[in-house]
């Protein structure tokens, strides 16, 4: 029976992550070896493809954008100490209000006008598809994890129900809307770049990718520097605590969740309203649940979750070229790693810690601190 | 048991303590806590083992390693909270383990009757076909003994049988242990409770601070001399000969018939009603358990009674709409909590940040909800260096200080606003000598300044140095109330073990 | 009334509910020792792979099951080597085995058979046999329920069968046995089974194994009987369909399986009411097929808000036991 073990700051939030990342790397190289492929040639191939090249680059960060997204909401609400896996159904939900602002309003209101009321209609659906199984946890003891998953797939139906029925353009097969009007449409990088007299090749890299590093600077600012931050924390460490200094939990269950919600829905303006300009079924890809493996290695800090993304956006942009380069290598070698980095930062977190803590007493002839509980 | 030592790291939980027990009575284990008899009935049944002694059951040396040996040896044991799974019947609970067979039909018919012969002999009578859920306490208990006797017990060890149990529900137990004793069963009766032991017990064993202090049969003592040594010889620890007598102040506080039970239908909080005056330090003894921690948190806001009210700076309060903790610093109370850990502190914050717990919302730290951090951390290094918290790093996490220091830090918080009333439990538990001193000075000084002290301790020295007034709590009620010069050592010793004010008094 | 619509409706039914059966069953298994297991989804895909893979490489069907059970135990274990030996998150850890699976089974498949993630179709010799289709002639052809009974019942997959018979195996199991008692003991108050002298590691493992093969069955279940090779993704969401089963069935196997038909009776049902038309008492127009898709997740989660009767999850699940002295 592992012992919980009290490791010194700077080891826990930077080494053993990179331990758990080097764990899951090695078993990745072991299957790569037994399908014939060679783990060094894969590896310098993913850097090159990931940023070899400035399309290389924006690909990278326009994946990064997203998994900042869904990182950051799955840390803030495991701050407040909830697993929110709902990240899939709240980023539909927040393409989906961007969407319909997009839709309804394209042709009426100017880009400077429409553009941020898309980001706080993506960001109202967001929130409510999450507040809501938060709420059901606060006050009907809904276990929060079930409760998110199956919103995930209530959500992917009422996308889809909506996408065929009411927002399909007509005569068109798929399912998806019309193409917004240019006012809706959030401006690419190379615009962007190009107001400043400069070129830039053309990718789905958008103005999301600045969204996305002021949702991780204000994430980090709330959390750390605000009182609703501060009680936020509190009830996630200790409830008890928290009940004592007046703090509802029950409240802060639900604006946690709400907030999660908002920052997944943000997805949906990178996809929908920065690359696609329109509304799509399956725009969200399973960018949920790399969020998850992007927190658990970040640490849940807004600092780690941008690198983890950067490394997931790597793994992703780098995944696809290997696509190319390599006969027989596909994507999902890298939704493999994925779950391994998961497995061994999350689930198997504490394992490597005593082995750890072990090498660094060696290493130090200090003894470690037992953690003074109970 | 012979010669038994047991340290826990610094407490030294039995020190050299014999127990001789005759088969076939009832043997009372009297202490308050810490005194050490429940590591011992641990070492009986085989939670712990001891660091040096040995043991013999009837006349045999025995090695017991886990409940399992224990329980081979027929010792059964029934502990405070009940280790039972309540969605299952009561039958299942008994079978569970010792399953004679392992086909569920088979096995429950065979136990049925096996119990249906036990409940007739003890008169323990319990409905085995409903589900523990549904049962209620008295009948849950009585089914944790028929499961120790279920397994072949000779020897009954029972950790404080009736602090749940109302009194028809405890006169039931004591028929039922008489029963079990005519039988032949050795019962050990692990209780504070000294009006029980003389009712019921042959021979009892006082303990206190780990160590064995009276060893003798019922008939050659009394209620008086198990209450002087439960409770011993106390020195007034600091109290100035000739302090200036205080006088009490207006009410700054008045809680009326508080009442509360607890899940199990268990009252914790009996028609409990008292005042607290200015410039006064009001004590409330009793051993732990019987409603003083009910009281503190009612009075902080954190528990809502079911019935009561309570009157602070002219404002009511009712069960519908009853004081919340953050209404409660407003109107100045302040709360040291006794589980400072879990309570008092959130561990994995700094030191600067748990500072602040409770007062976060106040304009001090929050402007429009941003946290004013250098006032924050400026504080902090004041309470630190005020109550003299190691180490002076305010940036420390809160787990990494020791527990005295954790406490400093939480009566440092607490006392920083000056409050008109401080409500505290346990105040210098795990706090080393020095400081205790100095915390019993800073209690002092808030009352002298015209505030009120609460003072909820299980330690009766501390309540004697600095109580004006003493509350003795027993199972939810107010026991009795004595003036700080009629507080003998009998005195008090009697109503805490159960006695009432009028015998106290006698 | 149509008697052959309600046959082919009961057959589909049955068919589609199998796979969730078995999850289910395994679900219930382990959560009732105290285990959350969110990995049903990931062991269905990695044992059906482990089918398909070692069925077409082999050409042997005992192999192929031994193959896919194989799988099913490693994960399994695995799970309980995480979180029962050391208190790894068991949510995290049922997450991790999904992710882990989905991206190795195409991974695998993509080296081994060059399909794009798809293994070859497996011949009928090493696919499962179908059930009493001589008797589901014999009796398509009797009046009235005939029919129903022909084409609705009989004629299966042998899985099929054997589904609704482990039904009644774990059930037996769980509440007939000894250690059926003991396990369900140990989701509710393991200290207490500790106290009583037996092992929580040990059962909880013993409810894993036990999961682990039933998951296994649920991938021979979707190569061997349903689909002849196995498909990227396969699952479709049905692992986390069969957890919303048993929670929905209040952690019992019988209840299980009455969910378990009601979401596959809805799934049947959804194709063939496409295009029907809603009485006009609730709005006229069609009947959104999404809704019946989406129905079994809105049932759950008004299940667990309380709404519709409460569902009382084992007391000690997802707590990992720590011996407290």
């Given at each position: 029976m592992s012992q919980p073990v009290e490791l010194p700051r700077w080891l826990d939030l930077v080494v053993l992550p990179m331990v758990n990342l080097a764990m899951a790397f090695a078993v990745s190289a072991v299957v790569l070896v037994s399908i014939g492929q060679d783990p060094v040639q894969v590896l310098v191939l993913l850097v090159k493809g990931a940023f070899g090249s400035r399309a290389g680059l924006s690909y990278t960060l326009y994946y990064a954008t997203t998994f900042v997204f869904t990182g950051l909401a799955v840390a803030v609400a495991f701050h407040a100490g909830l697993f929110n896996i709902g990240g899939e159904g709240q980023a539909m939900m927040g393409g989906l209000g961007a969407g319909l602002m997009a839709l309804g309003f394209a042709q009426t209101l100017p880009a400077w006008l429409l553009l941020p009321l898309m980001v706080l209609a993506a960001m109202v659906f967001g929130m409510a598809w999450a507040a809501l199984p938060g709420a059901l946890q606060a006050w009907?003891?809904?276990?929060i994890v079930i409760t998110t998953i199956m919103f995930n797939f209530i959500a992917s139906a009422l996308l889809i129900y909506l996408l065929v029925n009411v927002i399909k353009e007509p005569?068109?097969?798929?399912?998806e809307s019309r193409a917004f009007g240019a006012a809706a449409q959030l401006p690419g990088m190379h615009t962007m770049v190009g107001w400043i007299g400069l070129d830039w090749p053309r990718t789905?890299?958008?103005?999301s990718v600045l969204l996305a590093l002021a949702a991780a600077v204000g994430v980090y600012g709330l959390l750390w520097r605000t009182q609703p931050g501060y009680a936020l924390r509190a009830v996630g460490h200790a409830p008890d605590a928290a009940h004592y200094a007046g703090i509802r939990p029950r409240a802060q269950i639900v604006r946690a969740m709400a907030l999660s919600g908002a920052l997944a829905a943000l997805v949906g303006i990178n996809?929908?309203?920065?690359?696609?300009?329109r509304l799509m079924a399956?725009?969200?890809?399973g960018a949920g649940f790399t969020g998850i493996a992007v927190s658990l290695i970040g640490r849940n800090h807004p600092l780690g979750i941008v690198l983890a993304s950067l490394l997931f956006g790597a793994l992703y942009q780098g995944g696809a070229e290997l696509a190319f380069e390599i006969?027989?290598?596909?994507?999902d070698m890298v939704f493999t790693l994925q779950g391994l980095i998961v497995l061994f930062a999350?689930?198997?977190?504490?394992?490597a810690a005593p082995g750890l803590a072990r090498i660094y007493q060696w290493l130090r002839k200090a003894p470690l601190a037992q953690a003074s509980h109970g | 048991m012979r010669a038994i030592e047991k340290r826990f790291g610094a407490v030294h939980?039995?020190?050299?303590v014999d127990l001789t027990v005759a088969a076939g009575t009832v043997h009372g284990i009297v202490g308050e806590n810490g005194a050490g008899k429940s590591t011992l009935m641990s070492i009986l049944y085989g939670f712990y083992q001891a660091d040096s002694g040995r043991v013999e059951i009837e006349g045999q040396p025995a090695r017991i390693a886990n409940s399992h040996d224990a329980i081979a040896l027929g010792i059964g044991m029934v502990h405070q909270h009940f280790m039972l799974?309540?969605?299952?019947?009561a039958l299942d609970n008994v079978m569970?383990?010792?399953?004679?067979?392992?086909f569920l039909p088979a096995a429950r018919a065979q136990v049925r009757a096996r119990l249906e012969t036990l409940i007739r002999d003890t008169?323990?009578?319990?409905?085995?076909?409903?589900?523990v859920g549904d049962l209620p306490v008295g009948a849950r208990q009585r089914l944790e003994i028929l499961k120790a006797l279920y397994r072949g017990a000779r020897i009954l060890i029972l950790d404080?049988?009736?602090?749940?149990?109302t009194p028809r529900e405890t006169e039931q137990l004591f028929i039922t242990l008489r029963t079990l004793r005519e039988r032949g069963t050795t019962i050990l009766l692990i209780t504070h409770k000294l009006k029980e032991i003389m009712a019921l017990a042959d021979a009892v064993t006082v303990m206190r601070g780990g160590a064995v202090v009276l060893d003798s049969a019922?008939?050659?003592?009394s209620l008086d001399g198990l209450a002087q040594a439960m409770v011993g010889r106390h020195v007034h620890l600091?109290?100035?000969?000739?302090a200036t007598p205080v006088h009490a102040g207006a009410v700054l506080l008045r809680a009326s018939r508080l009442q509360w039970r607890d899940a199990l239908g268990?009252?914790?909080?009996?028609?409990v009603s008292l005042a607290l005056r200015a410039g006064e330090i009001v004590g409330v003894a009793g051993?732990?358990?019987?409603?003083q921690s009910e009281l503190l948190d009612a009075l902080a806001g954190l528990l809502v009674p079911q019935a009561g009210t309570l009157e602070i700076d002219g404002v009511c309060f009712t069960p519908t709409h009853w004081l919340r903790p953050d209404r409660a610093r407003d109107l100045r109370i302040a709360h040291v909590p006794e589980d400072r850990q879990r309570r008092g502190?959130?561990?994995?914050?700094a030191a600067w940040e748990s500072a602040?717990?409770?007062?976060?919302?106040r304009p001090r730290y929050d402007r429009l909800g941003w946290l004013r951090q250098p006032v924050m951390r400026g504080d902090t290094a004041t309470m630190m260096e005020r109550y003299d918290v190691?180490?002076?790093?305010?940036?420390?996490?809160?787990?990494?200080?020791?527990g005295g220091n954790q406490q400093k830090l939480v009566l440092a918080r607490e006392a920083f606003p000056q409050p008109r009333v401080l409500l505290v439990g346990q105040?210098?538990?795990?706090?080393?000598i020095g400081a205790i001193e100095f915390i019993h000075g800073r209690l002092r000084a808030l009352r002298d300044s015209g505030g009120a002290v609460l003072l909820v301790s299980s330690e009766l020295d501390e309540i004697l140095a600095l109580a004006d007034r003493v509350l003795v709590m027993d199972r939810g009620r107010i026991a009795g109330e004595l003036p700080i010069e009629q507080c003998s050592v009998a005195a008090l010793g009697r109503l805490m073990g159960g006695a009432d004010a009028a015998q106290a008094a006698a | 009334m149509d008697e052959v619509l309600i046959g082919t409706l009961l057959a589909s039914t049955l068919r589609v509910a199998t796979p969730l059966i078995l999850c289910a069953l395994a679900s219930t298994l382990s959560e009732r020792a105290g285990v959350i297991d969110l990995g049903l989804e990931g062991k269905m895909l990695a044992t059906a792979f482990a089918a398909a893979s070692v069925g077409a490489l082999s050409g042997s069907l005992p192999l192929a099951v031994v193959g896919a059970i194989a799988v099913g135990l490693a994960l399994s274990m695995l799970h309980g080597f995480a979180c029962?030996?050391?208190?790894?998150?068991q949510v995290v850890m049922g997450m991790a085995i999904t992710m882990t699976a989905a991206g190795l089974t195409v991974v695998l498949g993509i080296a081994w058979f060059q399909q794009g993630g798809q293994t070859p179709p497996l011949p009928d010799a090493v696919r499962l046999d179908l059930w009493f289709t001589g008797a589901a002639a014999a009796m398509?052809?009797?009046?009235?329920?005939g029919s129903i009974v022909g084409i609705?019942?009989?004629?299966?997959?042998m899985l099929v069968y054997v589904a609704f018979v482990l039904v009644g195996v774990v059930w037996w199991c769980l509440y007939r046995t000894r250690i059926g008692l003991r396990l369900r003991a140990t989701g509710e108050n393991p200290a207490m089974v500790d106290a009583a002298g037996v092992s929580v590691l040990g059962l909880r493992y013993l409810a894993l194994a036990g999961n682990g093969v039933l998951c296994s069955l649920a991938g021979c279940y979707l190569v061997l009987?349903?689909?002849p090779q196995f498909i990227p993704n396969?699952?479709?969401g049905r692992g986390y369909m069969a957890l919303a089963a048993m929670i929905f069935g209040k952690w019992h196997p019988a209840g299980a399986l009455l969910a378990c038909l009601l979401f596959g009776f809805l799934d049947a049902a959804a194709i063939r009411l496409q295009g029907a038309l809603l009485p006009a008492a609730l709005?006229?127009?069609?009947?959104?097929v999404q809704a019946i898709q989406a129905l079994p997740y809105v049932l759950t989660v008004v299940l667990l808000a309380g709404f519709i009767g409460h569902a009382y999850a084992p007391?000690?699940?997802g707590l990992p036991y720590v011996k407290e002295r």
């Amino acid at each position: 029976m592992s012992q919980p073990v009290e490791l010194p700051r700077w080891l826990d939030l930077v080494v053993l992550p990179m331990v758990n990342l080097a764990m899951a790397f090695a078993v990745s190289a072991v299957v790569l070896v037994s399908i014939g492929q060679d783990p060094v040639q894969v590896l310098v191939l993913l850097v090159k493809g990931a940023f070899g090249s400035r399309a290389g680059l924006s690909y990278t960060l326009y994946y990064a954008t997203t998994f900042v997204f869904t990182g950051l909401a799955v840390a803030v609400a495991f701050h407040a100490g909830l697993f929110n896996i709902g990240g899939e159904g709240q980023a539909m939900m927040g393409g989906l209000g961007a969407g319909l602002m997009a839709l309804g309003f394209a042709q009426t209101l100017p880009a400077w006008l429409l553009l941020p009321l898309m980001v706080l209609a993506a960001m109202v659906f967001g929130m409510a598809w999450a507040a809501l199984p938060g709420a059901l946890q606060a006050w009907r003891g809904s276990h929060i994890v079930i409760t998110t998953i199956m919103f995930n797939f209530i959500a992917s139906a009422l996308l889809i129900y909506l996408l065929v029925n009411v927002i399909k353009e007509p005569g068109n097969m798929t399912p998806e809307s019309r193409a917004f009007g240019a006012a809706a449409q959030l401006p690419g990088m190379h615009t962007m770049v190009g107001w400043i007299g400069l070129d830039w090749p053309r990718t789905p890299l958008n103005f999301s990718v600045l969204l996305a590093l002021a949702a991780a600077v204000g994430v980090y600012g709330l959390l750390w520097r605000t009182q609703p931050g501060y009680a936020l924390r509190a009830v996630g460490h200790a409830p008890d605590a928290a009940h004592y200094a007046g703090i509802r939990p029950r409240a802060q269950i639900v604006r946690a969740m709400a907030l999660s919600g908002a920052l997944a829905a943000l997805v949906g303006i990178n996809e929908i309203a920065g690359v696609h300009h329109r509304l799509m079924a399956d725009f969200v890809a399973g960018a949920g649940f790399t969020g998850i493996a992007v927190s658990l290695i970040g640490r849940n800090h807004p600092l780690g979750i941008v690198l983890a993304s950067l490394l997931f956006g790597a793994l992703y942009q780098g995944g696809a070229e290997l696509a190319f380069e390599i006969q027989g290598f596909s994507r999902d070698m890298v939704f493999t790693l994925q779950g391994l980095i998961v497995l061994f930062a999350g689930a198997m977190a504490q394992v490597a810690a005593p082995g750890l803590a072990r090498i660094y007493q060696w290493l130090r002839k200090a003894p470690l601190a037992q953690a003074s509980h109970g | 048991m012979r010669a038994i030592e047991k340290r826990f790291g610094a407490v030294h939980a039995n020190q050299a303590v014999d127990l001789t027990v005759a088969a076939g009575t009832v043997h009372g284990i009297v202490g308050e806590n810490g005194a050490g008899k429940s590591t011992l009935m641990s070492i009986l049944y085989g939670f712990y083992q001891a660091d040096s002694g040995r043991v013999e059951i009837e006349g045999q040396p025995a090695r017991i390693a886990n409940s399992h040996d224990a329980i081979a040896l027929g010792i059964g044991m029934v502990h405070q909270h009940f280790m039972l799974v309540e969605t299952f019947s009561a039958l299942d609970n008994v079978m569970l383990g010792a399953e004679p067979s392992w086909f569920l039909p088979a096995a429950r018919a065979q136990v049925r009757a096996r119990l249906e012969t036990l409940i007739r002999d003890t008169g323990l009578a319990v409905d085995l076909d409903k589900t523990v859920g549904d049962l209620p306490v008295g009948a849950r208990q009585r089914l944790e003994i028929l499961k120790a006797l279920y397994r072949g017990a000779r020897i009954l060890i029972l950790d404080e049988p009736t602090a749940v149990l109302t009194p028809r529900e405890t006169e039931q137990l004591f028929i039922t242990l008489r029963t079990l004793r005519e039988r032949g069963t050795t019962i050990l009766l692990i209780t504070h409770k000294l009006k029980e032991i003389m009712a019921l017990a042959d021979a009892v064993t006082v303990m206190r601070g780990g160590a064995v202090v009276l060893d003798s049969a019922i008939a050659d003592t009394s209620l008086d001399g198990l209450a002087q040594a439960m409770v011993g010889r106390h020195v007034h620890l600091g109290r100035a000969a000739d302090a200036t007598p205080v006088h009490a102040g207006a009410v700054l506080l008045r809680a009326s018939r508080l009442q509360w039970r607890d899940a199990l239908g268990v009252p914790r909080l009996a028609d409990v009603s008292l005042a607290l005056r200015a410039g006064e330090i009001v004590g409330v003894a009793g051993v732990s358990g019987n409603g003083q921690s009910e009281l503190l948190d009612a009075l902080a806001g954190l528990l809502v009674p079911q019935a009561g009210t309570l009157e602070i700076d002219g404002v009511c309060f009712t069960p519908t709409h009853w004081l919340r903790p953050d209404r409660a610093r407003d109107l100045r109370i302040a709360h040291v909590p006794e589980d400072r850990q879990r309570r008092g502190l959130v561990l994995p914050f700094a030191a600067w940040e748990s500072a602040v717990l409770g007062y976060q919302q106040r304009p001090r730290y929050d402007r429009l909800g941003w946290l004013r951090q250098p006032v924050m951390r400026g504080d902090t290094a004041t309470m630190m260096e005020r109550y003299d918290v190691r180490p002076r790093d305010i940036t420390l996490r809160c787990a990494n200080f020791s527990g005295g220091n954790q406490q400093k830090l939480v009566l440092a918080r607490e006392a920083f606003p000056q409050p008109r009333v401080l409500l505290v439990g346990q105040p210098t538990r795990g706090v080393d000598i020095g400081a205790i001193e100095f915390i019993h000075g800073r209690l002092r000084a808030l009352r002298d300044s015209g505030g009120a002290v609460l003072l909820v301790s299980s330690e009766l020295d501390e309540i004697l140095a600095l109580a004006d007034r003493v509350l003795v709590m027993d199972r939810g009620r107010i026991a009795g109330e004595l003036p700080i010069e009629q507080c003998s050592v009998a005195a008090l010793g009697r109503l805490m073990g159960g006695a009432d004010a009028a015998q106290a008094a006698a | 009334m149509d008697e052959v619509l309600i046959g082919t409706l009961l057959a589909s039914t049955l068919r589609v509910a199998t796979p969730l059966i078995l999850c289910a069953l395994a679900s219930t298994l382990s959560e009732r020792a105290g285990v959350i297991d969110l990995g049903l989804e990931g062991k269905m895909l990695a044992t059906a792979f482990a089918a398909a893979s070692v069925g077409a490489l082999s050409g042997s069907l005992p192999l192929a099951v031994v193959g896919a059970i194989a799988v099913g135990l490693a994960l399994s274990m695995l799970h309980g080597f995480a979180c029962v030996s050391h208190r790894g998150d068991q949510v995290v850890m049922g997450m991790a085995i999904t992710m882990t699976a989905a991206g190795l089974t195409v991974v695998l498949g993509i080296a081994w058979f060059q399909q794009g993630g798809q293994t070859p179709p497996l011949p009928d010799a090493v696919r499962l046999d179908l059930w009493f289709t001589g008797a589901a002639a014999a009796m398509a052809h009797l009046p009235l329920l005939g029919s129903i009974v022909g084409i609705g019942l009989l004629g299966h997959s042998m899985l099929v069968y054997v589904a609704f018979v482990l039904v009644g195996v774990v059930w037996w199991c769980l509440y007939r046995t000894r250690i059926g008692l003991r396990l369900r003991a140990t989701g509710e108050n393991p200290a207490m089974v500790d106290a009583a002298g037996v092992s929580v590691l040990g059962l909880r493992y013993l409810a894993l194994a036990g999961n682990g093969v039933l998951c296994s069955l649920a991938g021979c279940y979707l190569v061997l009987a349903q689909n002849p090779q196995f498909i990227p993704n396969m699952t479709a969401g049905r692992g986390y369909m069969a957890l919303a089963a048993m929670i929905f069935g209040k952690w019992h196997p019988a209840g299980a399986l009455l969910a378990c038909l009601l979401f596959g009776f809805l799934d049947a049902a959804a194709i063939r009411l496409q295009g029907a038309l809603l009485p006009a008492a609730l709005g006229g127009g069609a009947v959104p097929v999404q809704a019946i898709q989406a129905l079994p997740y809105v049932l759950t989660v008004v299940l667990l808000a309380g709404f519709i009767g409460h569902a009382y999850a084992p007391r000690a699940l997802g707590l990992p036991y720590v011996k407290e002295r």
